[in-house]
Every structure is written in C-alpha cells, then in structure tokens.
C-alpha cells in the first residue's frame, strides 16, 4: 500500500486509500497540445502556423479510482471525513508517487461513482469511487523532496 503521499501523508495510513490498477496510465499520460493560432491563405500553399517552436499544452484531467478502506464503521467514517476535510477545503495539494520520485500538484474536480460501505474478503469495510483530478501543470516536474 505504500508509495502514495498526499501533502506528505501517506495516502493508506491517513485516509485508507489505495490506488487500483490504473493510476499509472493516468498520470503518465501525455497532455494534449494547445491549438496554435493557423492562416490558411487561398494564395498559398499550406498552412501558416504560429507557436510551432514554442508549444503550449491543456491542463490534464485525470480520472482516477479509489479504495477507502477501514477496520470498522468508526475506523471507516474517521478515514472518510479526514479525507472529505482535506479535499473540500484545499486547493492545489501534492500527490507523491514514492517509486517514480515524482510530485503532481494536483487539484480537486470532482468525485462520481461513490459506491455504498462494502465488506471486503481481508475483513475490512470500505467504499469505491473516482475521483476528476486536474493538473494544470502537466509538463513540470516536481521532484519529491527528501
């Protein structure tokens, strides 16, 4: 489960999340470029384009499924409410991947397909979701800090 940090925190320990397969895919996505201004003159041939040296990319929406899980009820709504304060109430947050040494800073869009309190076979409770995510950075690398 480790490997994940949110603002520093490690995303299973706090918030009792875990990351499906997937992620990887998400956040390793490149981003698509940014229209560039183009004349298409009756004249000529071609097309004129500007910005051909200099790209510009849109933001990255990442579409991204969670596990919460949690030891019981309590130990369940605990992690939940942590999580929903700290998403609810931040703007811009980092979100380290341990193993790729790297940071996204990342921001909160919205969450879809919540899934009821379920009971998993390790004998956890627990819920599904996914989460939109923004990154409107998404050609800067943010090395994790040591």
Known sequence: MEGYKINGLDAFLT???????????????????????EFSYPDHDGTER???????????MLTIGIVI????????????????TFILNTGYFN?????MKRRYKLLYKEMSDFDKLTSFESNQ??????????????TSFYPIPS
Not at 17 to 35: T, V
Not at 69 to 84: I, P, S
């Open 15 to 37: 918030y009792g999340i875990i990351f499906p397969k997937g992620l990887d895919k998400q956040l390793l996505k490149l981003p698509a470029k940014k229209q560039s201004i």
């Open 69 to 84: 899980l949690a030891n019981n009820e309590a130990d369940f709504y605990q992690k939940y409410g942590a999580f929903t």
């Open 50 to 60: 500007g910005n051909v040296d200099r790209p510009f990319y849109e933001s990255a």
């Open 125 to 138: 409770i627990g819920c599904t979701a996914t989460l939109t995510l923004i990154n409107d950075f998404p």
């Open 95 to 99: 979100f380290d991947v341990t193993r």
